[in-house]
């Protein structure tokens, strides 16, 4: 059975730092991984896809990488704002079946303290 | 482009009683999903629906019922309420399979927060 984690679970950081938030997977045999955003009371946003072959994917200040034979991706936040608080979650799909089932992380509580 | 719409945003139910969430989404999609989130449990798939008419189990199906007789909408059931299913409910949706080809990108709603009293 597929297990996501990401650690931290919390991260507190001042305006304008880099940072990097981790996500790890157990089963390697994956389709694709997702990272999303999450504010308080919403729903699910998504940033970044990755597919299995690619290895990277940016969208502005962020990037996201994978490294799928040792089952880990990273999320790299440039600059960080205020705006960024928010919680994110990485999910993986499994490369059997069709239906594009993820399974996802607890994810990490970011603050961006002024 | 109202994208993936969930109703009703909260209920506080009893329990045994029952209700219908609704999930409608305007982007075509082929794919559906219903989820639940707990804390320090993560987002966990409760049915899904791989096209209209069809419906298949999750992770957590026990207690709820689905159907898909529209493909714009996925409407999830509960029976008989009990408090173990207080949650937040998201609905998803995705354009095609990956046997289509699909990106597989989810797109979610914006939840329901269920209590069962």
């Known amino acids: 059975k597929q297990e996501v984690t990401q650690i931290p679970a919390a991260l507190s950081v001042p305006e304008g730092e880099n940072l990097v938030l981790n996500c790890s997977f157990t089963d390697s045999a994956i389709y694709n991984l997702q990272w999303f955003r999450q504010d308080p009371g919403k729903g699910l946003t998504s940033l970044l896809l990755i597919q299995s072959s690619q290895r990277e994917q940016t969208s502005g200040r962020l990037n996201a990488s994978l490294d799928k034979s040792s089952g880990r991706s990273t999320l790299y936040i440039a600059a960080s704002q205020p705006g960024d608080s928010a919680t994110y979650l990485c999910a993986v799909s499994p490369n059997t079946g069709t239906a594009s089932k993820l399974t996802f992380g607890t994810g990490t509580r970011l603050q961006v303290t002024l | 482009n109202a994208g993936v719409t969930q109703t009703p945003k909260f209920r506080v139910l009893k329990t045994g009683q029952s209700m219908t969430l609704l999930c409608a989404q305007d982007m075509n999609h082929e794919y559906m999903y219903w989820y639940r989130q707990d804390p320090g449990m993560g987002l966990r798939l409760i049915h899904y629906s791989v096209g209209e008419g069809t419906t298949a189990k999750g992770e957590v199906p026990d207690g709820y019922n689905v159907s898909r007789l529209k493909k714009q909408n996925f409407l999830l059931g509960l029976e008989s309420a009990a408090p173990s299913q207080t949650s937040v409910y998201f609905c998803?949706?995705?354009?095609?399979?990956?046997?289509?080809?699909?990106?597989?990108?989810?797109?979610f709603g914006e939840g329901s927060r269920l209590t069962v009293l």
């Open positions: 998803a949706s995705t354009l095609r399979s990956r046997a289509r080809q699909g990106s597989g990108e989810l797109f």
